[in-house]
């Protein structure tokens, strides 16, 4: 089992949508939580920390964290065609104590 | 201004030659990454240090030496480069261990 799984996608949805990313973690023990993007041919860029159970909103973007199912997710609300880039999540502590663990990403794509 | 950065951006090699990518960070960062991202995209660890110390080495082979002169610095040395290394290198720097990380622009390395 992968320690931390994605979707690969590619996701399409069209502007304005909500874009639903999700993910899922191996290790009860992990801490921390976190979701990147990643325009091609650039480098990661952190979009969201979470480091507790529920909601957590920062602008057009929301991040839910569900210990008890080992679930993480992100919610792009109004999604813009900028917003296409592949979507890294990111755990840490437990296993992955000293180090962050990625997911594969997903592709999401935003089409006028 | 740039907060985490590294340099070369791109380095083209040939087989059998020995590389060095340097990293620093302004941030004030007690912990400083390395990670490499294969043609897949998937983002790998392979070094994690805080406070200069090693605390992960992710069964990286040898011919790959770190080195961290200080808290704002970690380096990537790399003897008798293969063809397997060409992917994109990535420094990153965290405030502590299991905190968000920052990641600087990449190195592209090819080695032909």
């Known amino acids: 089992q992968k320690e931390v799984e994605q979707n690969s996608g590619p996701l399409s949805v069209p502007e304005g949508a909500i874009a639903s990313l999700n993910c899922t973690y191996s290790?009860?023990?992990?801490?921390?939580f976190f979701w990147y993007r990643q325009y091609s041919g650039k480098s990661p860029e952190l979009i969201m920390s979470?480091?507790?159970?529920g909601d957590k909103e920062d602008g057009r973007f929301t991040a839910q964290l569900n210990k008890a199912s080992q679930y993480v997710s992100l919610l792009i609300r109004d999604s813009q065609p900028s917003d296409s880039a592949t979507y890294l999540c990111?755990?840490?502590?437990?296993?992955?104590?000293?180090?962050?663990?990625f997911g594969q990403g997903t592709i999401l794509t935003v089409h006028p | 201004d740039t907060a985490v950065s590294q340099t070369p951006k791109y380095l083209v090699t040939q087989m059998g030659n020995d590389k060095s990518i340097k990293c620093e960070q302004n941030?004030?960062?007690?912990?400083m990454y390395w990670y490499k991202q294969d043609s897949k995209k998937f983002l790998k660890i392979m070094f994690s240090?805080?406070?200069?110390?090693?605390?992960i080495n992710e069964t990286v082979p040898n011919r790959f030496s770190p080195k961290s002169p200080d808290k704002a610095h970690l380096n990537l040395h790399i003897n008798s480069l293969e063809l397997g290394d060409s992917a994109v290198y990535f420094c990153?720097?965290?405030?502590?261990?299991?905190?968000?990380?920052?990641f600087g622009q990449g190195t592209r390395l090819t080695v032909v």
């Open positions: 990111a755990v840490a502590g437990g296993t992955s104590y000293g180090k962050l663990t």
């Open positions: 290790d009860r023990g992990s801490q921390s």
């Open positions: 941030l004030g960062h007690d912990t």
């Open positions: 979470i480091y507790s159970n």
């Open positions: 240090y805080n406070n200069k110390e090693l605390i």
């Open positions: 990153a720097s965290s405030g502590s261990l299991n905190t968000e990380a920052f």
